[in-house]
């Protein structure tokens, strides 16, 4: 069974820094493409961020660029995300999410999510 | 960057209705295009890829359509179930998923 797990969410100030971790389990991580989408409170879904199967193209949505850093260690079937310079709208459940390898690349497992909440 | 619009953002609808919501590119994507189901509190469930085909596990009162800028989904026979966010998402030019603003669907 396919399960992605994220943790390392919770209370962080205006230009603090958090880093989360969704570890994967059922499925042969090394050659998945990974994403990560937040939602902010009452919001919709916003991409955030991807990693190729082997680190080698990352992309990252315009609202995060220079400030969040995705990597991945396909030893330990693990996916991250470092968040530095924090701010009030980075506020919203995260989740990890995995990529299809077929050519529409649909994103077709989810994580639970964390919350990451940004406040003073 | 490609655009993505959704209509209605919300409509209300009784158990058995016909439901059709649209999902617009602002540039032809041909067919990577991706429904997704989001319940409150949970994380978003893979529901039709590639315009029109079904994710296994999928009830077959929903289906996809459209090609190129225009998409529909729709559910046959809304069931109980269904009442639920949906979202639509562009996987065309890639890695940049952009996902529509998403169509609640509530009980009228």
């Known amino acids: 069974e396919v399960q992605l797990v994220e943790s390392g969410g919770g209370l962080a100030q205006p230009g603090g820094s958090m880093r989360l971790t969704c570890a994967a389990s059922?499925?042969?991580?090394?050659?998945?493409?990974m994403i990560w989408v937040r939602q902010a409170p009452g919001g919709g879904l916003e991409w955030v961020s991807y990693i190729s199967s082997r680190s080698g193209t990352i992309h990252y949505a315009d609202s995060v660029k220079g400030r969040f850093t995705i990597s991945r260690d396909n030893a330990k079937n693990s996916l991250y995300l470092e968040m530095n310079s924090l701010r009030a709208e980075d506020t919203g459940i995260y989740y990890c999410?995995?990529?299809?390898?077929?050519?529409?690349?649909?994103?077709?497992?989810w994580g639970q999510g964390t919350l990451v909440a940004v406040s003073s | 960057d490609i655009q993505m619009t959704q209509s209605p953002s919300s409509l209300s609808a009784s158990v058995g209705d016909r439901v059709t919501i649209t999902c617009r590119a602002s540039?032809?994507?041909?067919?990577?295009l991706n429904w997704y189901q989001q319940k409150p509190g949970k994380a978003p469930k893979l529901l039709i890829y590639?315009?029109?085909s079904l994710q296994s596990g999928v009830p077959s009162r929903f289906s996809g359509s459209g090609s190129g800028t225009d998409f529909t989904l729709t559910i046959s026979s809304l069931q109980p179930e269904d009442f639920a966010t949906y979202y639509c998402?562009?996987?065309?030019?890639?890695?940049?998923?952009?996902f529509g603003p998403g169509t609640k669907v509530d009980v009228k």
């Open positions: 998402q562009q996987s065309y030019s890639p890695p940049l998923f952009t």
């Open positions: 540039q032809s994507i041909t067919y990577f």
């Open positions: 590639g315009a029109s």
């Open positions: 059922g499925f042969s991580f090394e050659t998945f493409e």
């Open positions: 999410a995995r990529v299809h390898t077929i050519a529409v690349s649909p994103v077709d497992y």
